[in-house]
């Protein structure tokens, strides 16, 4: 599925929601329920640093599609993160640069973004593009 | 409410914070993060738009009359802040942008009042602005910086402390009261430690300044820096107290220090205090309103404040301790009213942003004190900090909103 349709189909589930609680019960059963990465990975070279709550991320390449793994000590940061990953993972390189995350606004959301929160989040997306982008200039060769 | 001591009445005080009385994600708001910075009376914020309406000018310059007006408000400020800590002079009293620029223009000054080799003992207490400071005046200087550790309470070892005092020590710096924890430090009894041993003292007074009386003749401190941004007034203006000694020795912060003093005759032209270390246009209208909110302060009084709030602060620690695994950091003798807390293994983040969606301020993460952190083996901490204008019954509120963020992360 596009990048585009998944981001449209998490913004059907969010409005089936009437306030904000549930919307974070929902993140927190996201956080709790994804085991999103491999022990071996969540390591030092591998962190997210803000100063609220840490966030690993790690990508490997599947065929042409790039496959991220990620956690965070805080839950509702990983509730969030499960989000990015269902929309960025096994997703082609060039779909993942372009990729608009403006969704989580539409979700609302969008203060879990705020550079201010500090808790890794964003750096997390631009971290996401970054790898992509590295293996987006890998392919060209 | 069960306790004697009140002599001023909360709901009053309340009307004349505006901010107050507002709802966030719509529930009346719980400012509970007084620590970070504090809100503003209406006299404050009136004063402030009073300044522009009325004597908006520059100080220091002109002969005509609205300059005159500013100067002469602007130096008025200075002295209600020196009676209010009872400094000697007037000229004690330099203003600067807050305590953090206070600490670093002492910490410049002191590059030409230490040397290789010599010592400057910081605590393991400190907010960041108390450390890094002095440990680029240590690298540049190849200085030595020396910490003195904490125990399980939060409180500073005396015995560690007196151990690293020697000689060698040029000056020692730690705060009144640890933002991160609250703990008040025996301040008085470690400044003539630090005098016993020929060493000069910078008191970080940002925390205590809101919630105590200070005295610093009594204390007998050589500098002493704090914010007018956390003490009800305007932001952008701090305050550094130094002897008069002290702030003669101390070369010009800004301006070029080094060349100023190989050119003596222009030495002259800045060494009168406190203009000395007050180079260019000051912020003037958060100097002058500055003076108001200590009158504010003065009209409330600082042993009704203190008395009161300590009221808020047993009262919220017990009401927290009702909670299972319930992890109160911080537990000193003497403490101010802040309470730093982590609820079983759940994050602070995670409860932090499930309050604020119940409109309770509280503030989450290291509080800009890292190497506490490190100390307690936790990555950081929820904090609720008390002034004045709070309420035991927004402790209730914080209480309820605690417990639905449990039911929901567990
Ligand atoms: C103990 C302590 N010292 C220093 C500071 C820094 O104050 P400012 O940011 O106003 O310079 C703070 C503010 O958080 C503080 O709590």
Known sequence: MSIDKIQEEIVEEFALFDDWMQKYEYLIELGKSLPLIDEQYKIDDNIIKGCQSRVWLHADIEGNKV????DSDAILTKGLIALMIRTLSDQKPD???NADMSFIDQIGLKEHLSPTRANGLLSMIKQMKFYALAMQAKDQF | ?????????????????????????????????????????????????????????????????????????????????????????THEIIFTKGTTDSINLVASGFRDLI???????????????NIVPWQMLCEKIRAKLKVIPFNDMGELIQEEYDKLLSEKTRLVAFNHISNALGTINPAKEMIAKAHAAGAAVLIDGAQAIPHMAVDVQDLNADFYAFSSHKMFGPTGVGILYGKEKWLEKLPPYQGGGEMIKTVSFKKTTYAGLPHKFEAGTPNIEAGIVLGVAVDFLQEIGLENIAAYEQELLEYGTQRLMEFDFMRIIGQAENKASVISFLMGDLHPYDVGSIVDKLGIALRTGHHCAQPIMDGFNIPGTLRASFSFYNTKGETDRMIEALKKAKMMLS
């Open chain 2, 115 to 129: 040397k290789e080799g010599d010592e400057i003992i910081i605590s393991a207490l400190e907010h960041h602005s």
């Open chain 1, 67 to 70: 496959v991220y793994t990620a």
């Open chain 2, 1 to 89: 409410m069960g306790t004697e001591i009140l002599s001023f009445d909360v709901e009053k005080i309340r009307e004349q914070f505006p901010v107050l009385n507002q709802r966030v994600n719509g529930y009346p708001l719980v400012y509970f993060d007084n620590a970070a910075t504090s809100q503003k009376p209406r006299a404050v914020i009136d004063a402030i738009s009073e300044y522009y309406q009325t004597i908006n000018s520059n100080v220091h310059r002109g002969v005509h009359h609205l300059s005159q007006l500013a100067t002469d408000a602007y130096e008025k400020a200075r002295e209600k802040v020196q009676l209010h800590i009872n400094a000697r002079h």
């Open chain 1, 95 to 97: 779909d993942i640069v």
